[in-house]
């Protein structure tokens, strides 16, 4: 069973620009979480969805938004970006509903915001 | 303020060695999980307790959840370089619809 993968790997951008980052999980899975992970915060909670509702949102500007789609790949969007943006963007899938359940972590998106 | 403490945060140590990772926290969890995340890569679980005071071993590993249930600990017995990796503690509230991960703990183990 193919793992949760994410595109594109790697991703440079300049300040005050928009990126979409993408995340397929793993097949039969309906719950997708989206997390930052910077050097200095670890890894901080985005929002979590299942079945194509956001059931969880953490504590982001509303700059980051995201959306699921039926097929249960989730796409999340980053507007007006800032430096401080600059971050390994990890999703997680999970066969359950909700974050408690079993993660499974793609190998995330770094984010270059120059 | 971060809800999950993980001490220490850097730990550099030799071949061989044994160590403990420990993840702190004034609240209650329903269960706590571990992850083990190398470079370049998302984090992969390594362990789910679910009961205060249960222990559980994956080979030379040995994860302990406290009898409050707001703290674990990850032990390692003659650690191998193929261990080396940042260490993530995460809970989940008692009612299941908050999940939260420590701040980590970055082991490098020398050959």
């Known amino acids: 069973k193919a793992g949760v993968t994410q595109t594109p790997r790697y991703l440079i951008k300049t300040r005050g620009q928009q990126v979409t980052l993408s995340c397929s999980p793993i097949?039969?899975?309906?719950?997708v979480s989206w997390y930052q992970q910077t050097p200095g915060q670890g890894l901080q909670f985005l929002f979590e969805?299942?079945?194509?509702?956001?059931?969880n949102k953490g504590n982001f500007p509303g700059r980051f938004s995201g959306r699921q789609f039926s097929n249960s790949r989730s796409e999340m969007n980053v507007s007006t970006l800032e430096l401080g943006d600059s971050a390994l963007y990890l999703c997680a899938s999970s066969p359950g509903q909700g974050r408690a359940d079993t993660q499974y972590f793609g190998p995330g998106t770094r984010l270059t915001v120059l | 303020t971060q809800l999950l403490e993980q001490s220490p945060q850097f730990l550099s140590i030799q071949e061989g060695e044994n160590l403990t990772v420990y993840c702190n926290s004034s609240s209650v969890f329903s269960s706590l999980q571990w992850y083990r995340q190398e470079p370049g890569e998302g984090p992969v679980l390594l362990v789910t307790?679910?009961?205060?005071?249960e222990v559980k071993k994956l080979k030379r590993l040995t994860f302990q959840f406290g009898d409050a249930r707001k703290d674990s600990s990850l032990h390692i017995t003659a650690a191998q370089p193929g261990d080396t990796g940042l260490y993530l503690c995460?809970?989940?509230?008692?009612?299941?619809?908050?999940?939260?991960f420590g701040t980590g703990t970055s082991l490098t183990v020398i050959p």
């Open positions: 969805y299942f079945s194509e509702t956001q059931r």
């Open positions: 307790v679910v009961t205060g005071g």
């Open positions: 995460a809970g989940a509230s008692d009612t299941g619809n908050q999940f939260y």
């Open positions: 097949s039969g899975h309906r719950s």
